[in-house]
């Protein structure tokens, strides 16, 4: 049986330069108790500067886009927040490396999740500007009353020309971005002050959150044990952006471009929990949209140890992995499987299944690891 994995870790300010691999292939940082030395992944290539024709899949067919900037330094990024995140959540690497080896094959990524604070300049678009800059587009709003949250996805300019089709991970199809929003101001005054006093004492942090989510670090000080608590006590997602600040919160495995009997997300599941990974029950193991195209589950969180500004150390929640099958929309059920495109399939996310997801950090999913 599986059991939760614990990991202390202290961030140092040294950078490790050089170019990142492709997933298959993952440069992780051989360091088992503490991140020294991370890699931002920023290439050696004499051509800084790209505009890189792609497209932007939509379900209204592909239409051009582009990546404006240095295409490298775009996903270096991207890999050195994988790094980061690989690093403290050994349950998402293991499970990437189990379906990698057994598809023989790359994996793509559906959509990459942040976590922030919606209250001085710290929401989504302290973390959605760095995306935008490089050919996002901005799409729905989801809202969420009952945990006070909202959120908005970004769609990718996907399919680039440099790994639109080969790569695997961050190197392939540039993944939809989910970044969701503390209401601040909706929760209690003694949670406003806390959030308040560490985004305010941040200055300028907020301008940052790109870089701090590929490094590992807060913009902000550590906070108190005891403010911790207060935070967990009203808000489970509060707590955990406390202490995780723009870390990536999950990335999530396309399972419909898998190629082997993996590609069916119940088969997925269940080849999951049978290697000894527990997945979040909350609402159900799988969690389908009321149209039937949608169909996600995912992992519960990994734990990790954190050591709060008051010398108490602690287990909080890290990040966790999730899957998603998006299905074929009605009009084009008909096409031969080979001449199916992303854009052929249901995008966007659900609400209620997307509430659920949220749960894979919260206490009571991740205190079922090991039980």
């Not at 389908?288 to 169909?295: A, E, I, R, T, Y």
């Not at 969180?301 to 009605?330: H, K």
């Not at 059920?333 to 509430?355: I, M, Y």
Request: glycine share 8%; hydrophobic share 35%.
């Amino acid at each position: 049986m599986f059991s939760t994995t614990t990991k202390s870790y202290t961030l140092s300010p040294l950078i490790s330069l050089r170019k990142c691999s492709s997933f298959s292939k993952p440069k992780l940082l051989n360091v088992p108790s503490s991140i020294g030395h991370l890699s931002l992944g920023l290439s050696t290539s004499s051509t800084n500067h790209l505009s890189v024709s792609c497209t932007y899949s939509s379900e209204n067919g592909p239409r051009i886009s582009s990546i404006q900037g240095g295409e490298d330094f775009f996903r270096g990024v991207l890999e050195s927040m994988q790094s980061v995140y690989l690093n403290r959540n050994p349950t998402a690497k293991a499970i990437l490396d189990l379906v990698h080896s057994f598809e023989n094959n790359s994996i793509c990524y559906d959509h990459l999740a942040f976590r922030t604070f919606g209250v001085n300049g710290y929401g989504i678009d302290s973390m959605a500007g760095f995306f935008l800059d490089y050919g996002y587009t901005q799409r729905e709003e989801l809202r969420f009353p009952g945990k006070k949250l909202r959120a908005l996805w970004f769609s990718p300019p996907a399919d680039s020309v440099s790994g639109g089709g080969s790569g695997s991970g961050m190197s392939g199809p540039l993944p939809r971005i989910f970044i969701s929003e503390l209401l601040v101001d909706q929760m209690s005054p003694p949670t406003q002050e806390i959030i308040r006093k560490y985004t305010e004492s941040s200055g300028n942090g907020k301008k940052y959150a790109a870089l701090a989510s590929s490094l590992g670090h807060l913009t902000w000080e550590k906070p108190l044990y005891s403010e911790f608590q207060q935070l967990a006590r009203e808000s489970e997602y509060a707590a955990w952006t406390l202490v995780n600040g723009h870390a990536l919160n999950h990335v999530t495995i396309s399972t419909h471009r898998l190629k082997t009997h993996l590609r069916d997300i119940k088969k997925l599941n269940q080849f999951i929990e049978e290697s000894g990974f527990r997945l979040n029950s909350e609402g159900g193991v799988l969690k389908v949209s009321p149209d039937g195209l949608l169909q996600q589950s995912s992992t519960v969180a990994d734990s990790i140890s954190f050591q709060f500004a008051d010398g108490i150390t602690e287990s909080v929640p890290c990040s966790y992995i999730e899957f998603a099958e998006r299905l074929v929309l009605p009009q084009y059920e008909n096409l031969p499987h080979t001449e199916v495109k992303e854009f052929h399939r249901r995008d966007g996310f659900e609400v209620a299944s997307a509430d659920k997801i949220f749960e894979s950090t919260s206490k009571e999913q991740v205190s079922r690891v090991g039980s």
